[in-house]
């Protein structure tokens, strides 16, 4: 939308500067003939009588010219234009990509890859347990490995789903909004959404590391918090800033107990990283038993587009 709207501000300037070319050019050289007949020139038709038509065939002879010449330039102008707006598509195309496999390969590195780790280990316990003729402890760990077996199958919908949304097409907040309706109803923890349309307002690339931050702050909530409940709140402080906060009533953590959870500061990591990417801010507030919160203050830029119509919207004198 933000493009669109940009695209039309640019439209509109260039036609502007296009019909000021042709007609200015031709004005000054009308107004020009007129002067020279009323000091001199017209002396000779007249003594400073204005030979009106000579005036306008000058002028209609500029004004087609100009415009000849104006309307090849333009032409070549919106062939570039239209190059370079294809080109600025190609490369936030591939920019959306690399943010993704990059996104694909954290999750794998933080989440499934150690699962799958852990997996492991607790087979080889098992199979010790067994030779060791110690079933009850054997059958223990199998109850152990079922639980990270669900964490691993649980971790992959929650990739698969990030990769489902539509950013782009549906906007941030309808996003956000698909996207939390399917938390809530996969695991069954209430999740609150509220959000103004300022967070419309981010460009794509910002609205998809704004959504993959929330993503990731909800899966925590998943996998540590032990929440009954989770809020995601979005909120404009005026035209140039969001806040993003996500809050749960879980149980908490320390920064103790954070460094000592290899999963849960890995993943902080990447929260700030993609808020800190953007310009913003990033803050952890968590106390043992009085739940999470995340806040992330994230700058809004204004487009050219914008600073443009709020300029011509001024009143001037």
């Keep these: 939308m933000l493009q669109m709207n940009r695209s039309i501000m640019t439209h509109r300037r260039l036609l502007l500067f296009k019909w000021l070319m042709i007609f200015l050019p031709s004005v000054t050289v009308a107004v020009g003939h007129v002067l020279v007949a009323h000091t001199g020139g017209g002396e000779h038709a007249g003594g400073g009588t204005l030979d009106l038509p000579a005036t306008l065939l000058v002028t209609f002879l500029g004004l087609v010219l100009t415009y000849i010449f104006v309307e090849t330039l333009f032409r070549v102008l919106q062939r570039l234009q239209t190059e370079a707006l294809a080109r600025e598509q190609d490369i936030r195309t591939m920019s959306a990509v690399m943010q993704e496999r990059e996104r694909l390969s ?30 009850q402890e054997a059958e223990a760990e199998l109850e152990r490995l079922h639980g990270v077996a669900d964490e691993i199958y649980e971790d992959i919908g929650e990739s698969i789903t990030g990769l489902r949304a539509n950013v782009t097409d549906r906007g941030l907040v309808g996003a956000l909004q698909d996207y939390v309706d399917q938390f809530e109803e996969r695991h069954q923890i209430p ?13 794509p690339p910002a609205a998809l590391q704004i959504f993959r931050f929330i993503q990731e702050a909800l899966t925590n909530v998943r996998k540590h918090a032990k929440a009954r409940e989770a809020t995601v709140t979005l909120t404009s402080h005026g035209p140039d800033q969001l806040t993003v906060v996500i809050a749960d009533d879980g149980q908490g953590f320390t920064s103790g107990s954070q460094r000592n959870n290899k999963a849960r500061p890995l993943g902080m990591t990447s929260m700030r990283e993609r808020v800190e990417t953007l310009g913003g801010t990033f803050h952890i507030n968590s106390e043992p038993s009085s739940g999470t919160q ?5 700058p809004i830029p204004r487009t050219r587009g914008e600073d443009g119509h709020a300029a011509l919207a001024t009143p001037t004198g």
């Excluded at 999750?107 to 067994?130: F, N, W």
């Excluded at 999740?191 to 460009?203: E, G, I, K, V």
């Excluded at 995340?294 to 994230?298: E, F, H, L, S, V």
């Design 106 to 135: 954290r999750d794998l590195h933080d989440g499934v890859a150690q699962l799958v780790a852990d997996l492991l280990l607790r087979l080889d316990t098992i199979k010790e347990l067994v030779e060791a003729n110690r079933p």
């Design 294 to 298: 995340i806040t992330a203050t994230i």
């Design 191 to 203: 999740t609150s959404l509220r959000a103004d349309d300022m967070a419309n307002r981010l460009s």
